[in-house]
């Protein structure tokens, strides 16, 4: 990286920073050659080229709050997170937002407050999570059911590749190999890619399809760093609608809440979280306190939204006649819904700190075709049980996406 001159000082190899940008949230300890803090976006794009000459790796940083090592590499550590932070231009008649790759998601939503908009995908590190990472991850949330992935909000990406070409995706970006390429494997792409909306691991090939019409900045988003660097991102923005209903379901078990997602779903609920009586025990022993809950053992909390009171009423009313629960309630008082979804969210937080033995990240999510759920949820707890392993499910039911840390025997294995 001698090749630097000026920019010689954006690079730090002290035992120090390697030490610091060597974790994310993953259980991975990798030490990088060196870590770049670059200024702004030509400095970003000087730095990639110069790593590329010298051969040495290059991993890509936001805030380094992913779970599987994604956020860690032997060579290059770029972070993004530390200057990259412009919101170049908000456009409320496109809903659409430009921004540099480092900028936080709640930054993001503070400015778009005035103007009633926001990013949709919401996971809960937005409080520091990067919109660079968001992409990176196609990171999604709890109402990702309403507003999408982060791939269903990309329009366009800026990103220089790995032979240090600076890249426009967007609608109208052509790239013949890859179109070959796709063309050659049509079949395996519209078969096994994109069947559900949760499968987000590994490329994301489908978005690349003729009757897709091939959207490479969608296809970009999920491919974690690997297929170049993001300099600039244009992303769509949605409306709140003014009012929302949560709607409180009990089931004898969390499969079986599971085996009701199908006939759910049809509703258009916003967001669909599933939950069981360990989790609520485990926010009951910690001491927060505990809503009353409707009848069962497993439950499901779904929001609506709409703009219309009355109509959100009678659709919710609609659902809980739809639905197998053996006891649910329309929650009309915000309070109430807030108690309510406060269990889930404090639930999530002491999932993976809560069983007598420590439980591992890296193994905590799992993505299931949503009618295949119940099902899902019986098998896995037969296989924690047959192996003497515990863990607290939960999730996001309407996407088919299951959390859960498990107290693996690390140690002794
Ligand atoms: C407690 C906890 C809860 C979480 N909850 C959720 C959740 O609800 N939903 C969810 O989807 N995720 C969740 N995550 C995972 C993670 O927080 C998100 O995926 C987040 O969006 C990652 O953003 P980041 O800025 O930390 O990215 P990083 O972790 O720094 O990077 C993420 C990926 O993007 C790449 N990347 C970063 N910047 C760029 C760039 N400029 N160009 C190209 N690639 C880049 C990185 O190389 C990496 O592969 C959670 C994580 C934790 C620890």
Redesign the pocket.
Known sequence: MTALGDLADRIDDTALTRGIYST??SLYRVAPVAVAIPKNTAELVTIVRTALAAELPI?????????AG??VGPGLV?D??KH?TKIIDIDPQRKTATIE??VV?ADLQTALTKFGLRFG?????SS???I???????????R?LGYGR?ADNVVELK?ITGTGEELVLNADTKLPELQRLVASNLGTIRTEFGTFSRQVSGYSLEHLLPENNFQVAKFFAG????L????QATVNLVADAPHKLTLALGYPTMADAGDDIANLLQFSPTACEGLDARIVAVVRRSGKPVHKLTEGSGWMFLEIVGTDTAELISRGEAILTQANAIESWIVTDQDQADALWKIRADGAGLAGVSLPNPAY?GWEDAAVPPAKLGAYLRAFDELLNRYELHGLPYGHFGEGCIHCRIDFPLDSA
């Open positions: 994310d949230a991993t890509s940083r936001g805030a380094g709050t992913s779970c994604n956020a770029i993004c997170a990259l790759p480092g998601q995908p919401d996971p809960s590190t520091r999570c990067t660079g990472g968001m992409i990176g991850n196609n990171a999604c949330g709890p990702a982060s990103i491919s974690e760093g690997t170049g660097v993001i300099t990240g």
